[in-house]
């Protein structure tokens, strides 16, 4: 049978071998954390505590100051030593609540089972969610319990569950499907009832079979759930990508996939979710992959937010000693850091490590207007012409052309033969855009 996908996109070289066969392992609990309080999309989180003040692990430790906003909890127990500014892996000084351990990792409550969610009101699990300080786990960020609050016209009837992990290198979804499918599907459960729908997908790219397997044994008792195969190809795991390679739904430009009746999260999340639901434990961790050919020893590691990279790097034997660049991601859409002082953060997918064998430079050469660019954009776009408008900062055109419609996937840029920044450019045009958008807003108030 012909396997599902999308139309255009690229394949850039997987590398997954590194770590795609490493059992998750959970990293020992830190000495000290740097927990941000904005490490998801939306208005960041207001501090609960002061210096000096005793923490448990799960305590609330910053409160949303919006609807898409996500709380933030103490991932150990120990004393808050400072509330300041310090590097962040989006490459800013953010504010952060720095915890020092006291070696007990004590939780502030004990989390008993709970067997009878399908009892619960979907109001209910929606505010279990919001108050576990669940996000997008895929690397989006964007809080959960907005996803799960779609307006009354918006009808809802399809839940989408990303298990694409289309990023070259990244095994976290992966390793999670196989090891906890179980937990997996039970999320998947639970934001199917909490959304009031009747039919689940599960999308996972066919080069992941164990996955795919896994996943297909742990929803076998639900009819109302299919496990779909995916053709491998990036950058299908983009919610507008999947949703059209698993139901052959069209998201409308500018849209959203409320538009189409679906909404669409991700395996971490759905674990969370689970276990927020049923255990009534807040996000304190995550599976980061630690991978690349500048790592000693790849892994997929359980760890802590709020624990710094060095670590993570320390427990997979330290980096070669070729390592020139680390990101934090995927190769595709990863953030370069300067600095392993960072903290791991909701959003930290992966720690890539590369070499300089594997990090080529390579000089920008003026456009042929060849056009592969615009055969692989899955969404339709000039990028050539949108890049050149952010350059030359010609707002409107980039805008009329539709440059806020892009996902930043790199596509463009992986097949551009010219080696232009493309998505840099355009990503840079997208904030200057949204800026000036939010501040006429404002203008007007």
């Not at 918006?154 to 839940?159: C, L, M, N, P, Y």
């Not at 992966?174 to 199917?192: D, F, K, N, P, W």
């Not at 009832?193 to 742990?218: C, H, Q, T």
């Not at 050149?388 to 996902?407: K, S, T, Y």
């Amino acid at each position: 049978m012909k396997l599902k996908t999308f139309k255009k996109g690229v394949h850039p070289e997987e590398y997954k071998f590194l770590s795609e066969h490493k059992t998750l392992e959970r990293l020992p609990i830190p000495e000290e954390v740097f927990i941000p309080v904005h490490q998801h999309i939306g208005a960041p989180c207001r501090p609960l505590v002061e210096k000096g003040q005793t923490v448990k692990t799960g305590e609330i430790i910053g409160q949303s100051t919006g609807f898409v906003s996500s709380p933030i909890h103490a991932t150990i127990s120990g004393t808050v030593k400072t509330i300041d500014n310090f590097p962040h892996p989006l490459g800013i000084n953010g504010l952060m609540i720095h915890i020092t351990g006291d070696g007990k990792d004590e939780w502030i409550k004990s989390f008993d089972e709970t067997s009878n969610w399908e009892n619960l009101l979907t109001d209910e699990i929606v505010d279990l969610v919001q108050k576990a300080g669940i996000v997008g786990l895929g690397g989006a960020a964007f809080p959960t319990h907005v996803k799960l609050s779609p307006s009354k016209e918006k009808k809802i009837d399809t839940f989408v569950l990303n298990g694409c992990e289309c990023e070259p290198y990244l095994t976290a979804d992966h390793r999670m499907m196989v090891e906890q499918s179980e937990e997996v599907a039970l999320g998947t459960r639970i934001l199917m009832k909490a959304l009031n729908v009747s039919r689940g997908v599960i999308g996972v790219e066919n080069n992941k079979p164990d996955a795919i397997a896994a996943m297909e044994k742990a929803t076998s008792a639900f009819n109302n759930i299919e496990v779909i195969p995916l053709k491998v190809k990036y950058p299908q795991g983009a919610e507008k990508m999947l949703i059209k390679a698993v139901i052959n739904r069209n998201v409308p430009t500018g849209g959203l996939p409320l538009d189409v009746g679906v909404v669409v999260n991700n395996v971490g999340t759905a674990i969370a979710v689970a276990e927020a639901v049923t255990k009534n434990k807040p996000l304190i961790e995550r599976v980061v992959s630690i991978t690349g050919d500048g790592i000693k020893e790849p892994k997929n590691v359980i760890a802590r937010i709020g624990t710094p990279f060095q670590n993570l790097i320390d427990f997979c034997g330290g980096l070669t000693d070729n390592t020139v660049k680390i990101i934090m991601g995927g190769p595709m859409m990863g953030i370069t850091q300067h600095t392993l002082n960072v903290p791991v953060i909701k959003a930290t997918s992966g720690i890539l490590c590369l070499t300089d064998l594997s990090v080529i430079k390579h000089k920008e050469y003026p456009c042929i207007q060849c056009g592969t660019c615009i055969g692989a954009c899955p969404m339709n776009l000039l990028p050539t012409r949108l890049a050149r408008f952010a350059q030359v900062e010609n707002w409107q055109m980039a805008e009329d052309l539709g440059i806020l419609n892009c996902v930043e996937c790199g596509s463009c840029a992986f097949v551009c033969p010219s080696q232009i920044p493309l998505v840099q450019r355009i990503r840079i045009g997208k904030l200057r855009i949204n800026e000036m958008k939010r501040k006429a807003k404002l203008a007007t108030v």
